[in-house]
Each structure stands twice: as C-alpha cells, then as structure tokens.
C-alpha cells in the first residue's frame, strides 16, 4: 500500500501515513463532468412569466381600411398591445415554470464520480494541470496533523499554508478576483473569485471553518458532505487539497 508524508502545523514532516484504496480509483473525466452537470440542473430555480402575463387587456381590432396594422389594441384607446410583436406585447416563446430541469444519474456512476475525483486530488499532476500552483516537494495526498483543524485564526492557518508550501496558490486566487460580467454584479455577486485550496476535515463545526472563511478561494469541507462538485469545480478535476490525518483515516473505511 502506497503511503504519503503527514505534514504538521510548522510544515515539517512529522510522519507517514497509508493512503486509501481509494485514490488509486480510475480517472473518469468523462463521469465526473457528467455528474456535476446534472448537480447543476438540479439546483436550478425554475422560472418563467407570470400566467396570462401581458394578456390581461380588454381588446379589440380596428379591422381593415384605416391604414393601420390589424393588431389588436386597446378598447378604449389605440395602443396595440398583446402581441410579440407589440410594445409593452407579451413575450414571444418565454420560459415556462413548469420544465423539468432534473438531471438522473446512476448511483455508481455517482460514487464512481467522487471516488474519481478524489484520486485526481492525490495526483500532483492533475493539479498541476488544473492551474494551482505549488511547490514541487510536497507529496500527495496533502495530509496534515489533526491540530490544524482546531485552528480559529485566519492568519494562522495563512501561516501554515506558506509553511507547506501551497500559500502561492491563495494570493494566486486574490489575484485572480474580478468584476463579474453580465447582471450578476447587480445581484450581489459583484465579484468573482478563483477556486483555491479545499480543506477536507473528520468533522463538522471545528474552528476551521471560521479561520480560512477569510482566505479567498478557500473552502472547508466534512468528509460526510465531500462531493464532485466540491473536489472538481466546474467539472475539472484535481483541485488543491488539504486532508487532515483524521479524514484520511474515515475515507480508508470507504469501499469501492
């Protein structure tokens, strides 16, 4: 069985550990692209146009011989209204409310998706390839001790990134921070901000959460909650990633 260094808060090496079966899984981009699309789909809100929208009106035509479009118009009045083609008309093919979004995915094509995506996160270079940056000592699976999931302060955990040697990557992703395009900078979703290192713990609610909420492009996540979407955003697999000794040992208890 393959084994991996554990890193400790200074980042020095302070052991090894087993790695679990479940990073040698086959790498299925294919599977993993296919189960976050339809996560996706999923999650969508539907939406569309009022009932009747833009047809509520008392109407009638003027018939021919006035010199004027035969559209309906107002009764007591001559604004044309109702139709597409109308200002202030309805809309021509709007989107209805009742679609079915929902996208269907096998359950072992689901697992086969997560197991997938976490082997290309043990992979130094399938996270070469997805842009994080690194220094080319570590050793993956990242693993670190259990203390750093006890940590609350923000500049702490900065600290021990730096010390690892993956601190490149979060200035890589507040670097990275734009102004979205389109509405969405109206809709309080200003910015956008590059995914960066993702922090897999044993547990939930443990001080990390708070500490590396600051950090940009960091998230945390409980082993029990780990999905696709979370280890391969956008559908692109291999992201940064941090396991502690804890989630290492609850994920060797995963069978394939």
């Not at 009045?77 to 008309?89: I, R, Y």
């Not at 082997?119 to 693993?143: K, L, M, N």
């Not at 897999?200 to 600051?214: I, L, Q, R, Y």
């Amino acid at each position: 069985m393959a084994q991996t260094n554990v890193y400790s808060v200074n980042g020095e090496v302070s052991g090894t550990i087993d790695v679990p079966d479940v990073f040698s899984s086959e790498y299925r981009p294919d599977v993993i692209k296919k189960a976050i699309l339809a996560a996706a789909a999923n999650n969508r809100q539907p939406y569309g146009p009022a009932e009747r929208s833009g047809m509520r009106h008392s109407v009638s035509t003027w018939g021919k011989g006035r010199g004027v479009s035969r559209v309906q118009r107002l009764k007591a009045g001559k604004k044309a209204t109702e139709s597409p083609n109308n200002v202030s008309g309805r809309r021509a093919h709007p989107p209805r409310p009742e679609r079915i979004w929902d996208q269907k995915v096998n359950k072992k094509e689901s697992r086969l998706a997560r197991f997938s995506a976490v082997a290309a996160t043990g992979c130094a270079d399938c996270v070469r390839e997805r842009g994080h940056q690194f220094d080319d000592s570590i050793s993956f699976p990242i693993v670190i001790e259990d203390e750093f999931q006890n940590m609350a302060s923000t500049s702490e955990i900065s600290e021990v990134f730096d010390s690892i040697g993956i601190g490149y990557d979060v200035e890589r992703a507040k670097e990275g921070t734009k102004i979205r395009a389109g509405r969405g900078k109206m809709r309080n979703r200003r910015y956008r901000t590059p995914r960066s290192i993702l922090i897999v713990v044993s547990e939930k609610d443990v001080p990390v959460f708070k500490g590396a909420s600051n950090l940009p492009g960091v998230e945390v996540e409980s082993v029990s909650t780990l999905n696709t979407s979370m280890l391969a955003p956008g559908g692109d697999a291999g992201r940064l990633t941090v396991y502690t000794r804890s989630a290492i040992t609850k994920m060797g208890e995963w069978t394939q």
